[in-house]
Structure formats: structure tokens, C-alpha cells
């Protein structure tokens, strides 16, 4: 039976992952940062792990009691929304802790394991690193990072049998806008210069369930490509997600960001 680590699985597209995968007769390891979380998963039976992923004890820990591995999902993350200078470097740090930090340093924890039984690395991206939106830098940032990272790591696992495949959703049914919505409203604040576009920023937190693709569905699309016996470079899947890369790719950035502007509200001048 082949085994599947997958981190962030106390909701959303994580809890899709680890039923899918359960469902197809994969040993299904699915780690939460929450103990309330962990439990939940342990109920529905699942081989339940508590990590916080950028916990580097944790990690060492990982390594340690680690044996073989054929499937790592590295998808724990948030969505950091808000203008870049009112979060500052401070909520770019955190951001980048998660999304990005975090990948590199579960797979450094697992790659001894991955090694012996030449497994598949899966990097959940997001088209949010193809297709930059004002509101939600960090965030876009982190996942431009996540594709950059995805494509050196498959080059740099070739020699050890280790495949790297990156997946970009679209728009997925889950719980990311509502807190990413939370997120948002941390920074909004009536001392920000933003504070006049406080409703483009509150937008830009919901674009993500802009009729939404059911995370099962999205999940099925995983599934389907880690079986396959050279699995993609790329995955995209959901609702948006080769749209809204082909626009960014064929529009003038002039053009597009003009698009931008007016849907979030930023066309005017303060």
C-alpha cells in the first residue's frame, strides 16, 4: 500500500487530499497544527500527526521517525491579504514562514525517506504567483516563490529518483476566503492611506470563491495526476486557473493592470 504525507489537513483543500487519497487505498498520514484538529482527523480515521510546520524541532522529529515515503503534499499555507506597506515586512516574513520556508524544510525533514522509495514531491502553488493582484502581494509573492522553488527542486531531486510536481488551483470551495477575509481585517484600519479602498481590499479577499470549483473535484484532479507513471511538471485545476494565467500571459501588462485597477477599486487617485 503506498503512503502519502499530507501537511494542513484540518480543513479546506487538505481534508479533499487525505479523503481522496484514503479512498483510493493510500496509507494516508494527515497532518494539523491544532490538537482539536488532530483529533478530528484521528475520528475519521486517518493516521493523524500534530505539526507545525515551521516548527524545526518538529521537523527533526519527522525525520527521525520517518522510514519510506512514496507521496509528500506540502500544503499547508494562508492567504496574507491587505496592501504590502501596511503589513510591512513583519506580515511578508510570516507569509513567507509558511508558504514558502516550510515546503523546503518539511522536504529536507522527508527526503531521506522520499529517496529510498524514489517518491513524488506534490508543492500546492497557486495561479496567485502567475496572475498578481493588488491586495494580496504577500500572498502572490509566496506562491511565485513556491514556483520557482518547485522548479529547481525538480531538477535538483532528478538524480535521487525524487519527482517534483507543482499544482496551481483556481478558485476552490473552502474556508481560504473567510480567513483570508480575517487576514484582511486585521490590517484595515482607519490610519491606513488604503482606508478609503477598504471595500477593493475586502474584495480581493473573497476573489478566491468566484464561483468555486468543490475541493473534492479538485482533489479527484490530484489524485488522478500522482498516479500516473510520469506524473505533470504542472497541474492546474479549478475554476480560473488556466484562464486567468493565459491573461496574464497574452494581455499587455499595461492593459492588465489596468483590469486590475478597476476591479479592486484602484483606478481613481487619493
Avoid at 496592501?83 to 506580515?91: N, Y
Avoid at 493588488?134 to 529518483?161: I, N, T
Avoid at 482533489?219 to 510520469?230: G, I, S, T
Wanted: glycine residues 10%; neutral net charge.
Amino acid at each position: 500500500m503506498p503512503n502519502v504525507l499530507i501537511t494542513g489537513c484540518s480543513s479546506g483543500i487538505g481534508r479533499a487530499l487525505a479523503d481522496a487519497f484514503k479512498a483510493a487505498g493510500f496509507e494516508v498520514w494527515a497532518s494539523a497544527r491544532q490538537p482539536d484538529d488532530v483529533a478530528a482527523l484521528i475520528a475519521a480515521g486517518f493516521n493523524a500527526l500534530q505539526l507545525d510546520v515551521n516548527d524545526s524541532a518538529a521537523l527533526q522529529r519527522l525525520s527521525e521517525q520517518w522510514g519510506e515515503l512514496d507521496v509528500l503534499i506540502n500544503n499547508a499555507g494562508y492567504g496574507a491579504m491587505g496592501p504590502l506597506l501596511d503589513g510591512g515586512t513583519e506580515a511578508m516574513q510570516r507569509q513567507f514562514e509558511t508558504n514558502v520556508f516550510s515546503i523546503v524544510g518539511v522536504t529536507q525533514a522527508l527526503f531521506p525517506a522520499l529517496r529510498r522509495n524514489k517518491g513524488l514531491v506534490v508543492n500546492i502553488g497557486s495561479v496567485s504567483g502567475v496572475l498578481v493582484t493588488p491586495f494580496a502581494g504577500a500572498y502572490c509573492a509566496s506562491k511565485a516563490a513556491v514556483h520557482a522553488l518547485s522548479d529547481a527542486l525538480r531538477m535538483e531531486l532528478a538524480p535521487f529518483g525524487v519527482q517534483v510536481m507543482e499544482v496551481q488551483p483556481g478558485a476552490i470551495n473552502t474556508s481560504f476566503a473567510k480567513n483570508a477575509g480575517a487576514q484582511a481585517e486585521l490590517l484595515i484600519h482607519e490610519q491606513s492611506p488604503w482606508w478609503p479602498l477598504r471595500e477593493g481590499i475586502r474584495a480581493r479577499s473573497q476573489a478566491s470563491q468566484d464561483k468555486p470549483t468543490p475541493a473534492s473535484e479538485f482533489a479527484a484532479d490530484v489524485l488522478k495526476a500522482v498516479q500516473q507513471a510520469q506524473p505533470p511538471r504542472l497541474l492546474r485545476s479549478g475554476n480560473g486557473s488556466r484562464a486567468l494565467p493565459l491573461m496574464a500571459a497574452l494581455l499587455p501588462k499595461g492593459l492588465l493592470e489596468m483590469v486590475l485597477k478597476k476591479r479592486f477599486g484602484l483606478s481613481g487617485s487619493l
